[in-house]
């Protein structure tokens, strides 16, 4: 299940990264997600078991967030 889990999550981080051209504004926000989203996921999988799955989703997730943040805060 971990496995699939990392699988997944290194799929969905590549996809993500290879939408746009990355600036330095873009890469730093993506930077950020990802590192809040590892925390956020590091926590919920110290209380709940599973620490690594629940670090790569939360980390995937974050950088998914940050990617879409960069892009509303472009359209501004």
Do not use: E, H, W
Not at 31 to 54: D, F, Y
Not at 59 to 69: I, K, R, T
Request: with cysteine.
């Amino acid at each position: 299940m971990a496995r699939r889990v990392m699988a997944a999550s290194a799929a969905l981080l590549l996809f993500a990264a290879g939408c746009a051209p990355l600036d330095r504004t873009t890469g730093d926000r993506t930077l950020t997600g990802t590192a809040v989203g590892a925390a956020a996921g590091l926590a919920v999988g110290v209380l709940s078991g599973g620490i690594l799955s629940s670090t790569v989703t939360g980390a995937v997730a974050g950088a998914a967030g940050g990617l879409v943040y960069d892009q509303i805060q472009k359209k501004r």
